[in-house]
């Protein structure tokens, strides 16, 4: 069997009931998607598949023959993040990182169907997504962010409120 996990065809060796979550990070090595609850509830496994996102702890390898599947890694690069990451960074959307991907592809879902700026949207578009950490305000905020096309310059953290990257202590 053969999956195409950001773009590159993968040959799949474990049986066809392996969850899709246990494939990627066990025999693939991709390790964006995180192992929560592994019942469906907290959205740290959530990948895209054919661009919708699912809880790939749910999902038994077997019923994704030749599907597409994005997981973080294939957003972006560290060197070129893409927008809703860039969103989520200069927003301060993350503390642990635990829950970052599976909000981050649940975005991505969301923009790539047109998601505007709506806050009861974004709210609706992200349920079902538990972050312990940082609540939720910064994480709308980011994705609200994306959503109206905002761009950053990451070479900068919150402007007035922290020094530059490069410029040093004020």
């Known amino acids: 069997m053969k999956i195409v996990v950001n773009g590159a065809v993968r040959e799949i060796g474990s049986s066809p009931t392996t969850s ?3 494939v990627l990070r066990e025999e693939l090595g991709v390790t964006g998607p995180k192992a929560g ?3 469906g509830g907290c ?3 959530t990948v895209l598949i054919d661009g919708s996102p699912r809880r ?3 999902l038994p390898v077997g019923y994704l023959d030749g599907a597409e599947i994005t997981t973080v890694e294939g957003l972006g690069t560290p060197m070129s993040l893409a927008p809703v990451q860039q969103a989520f ?3 301060y ?3 642990c990182g635990f829950c970052t991907s599976g909000f981050l592809l649940a975005a991505q879902a969301y923009l790539d169907r047109g998601g505007t700026d709506d806050r009861e949207a ?3 578009a992200l349920g079902g997504h538990v972050c312990r950490c940082t609540g939720y305000v910064k994480i709308i905020e980011a994705v609200a962010a994306a959503a109206r096309g905002d761009t950053f310059d990451l070479t900068t953290t919150a402007p007035g409120k922290y020094t530059t990257v490069a410029g040093g202590a004020r």
């Open 37 to 39: 609850c592994q019942q």
């Open 93 to 95: 959307a993350a503390q």
């Open 122 to 124: 974004i709210i609706e």
């Open 43 to 45: 959205g740290a496994c």
């Open 56 to 58: 790939s702890c749910l």
């Open 89 to 91: 960074v200069h927003h």
């Open 20 to 22: 899709l979550l246990f």
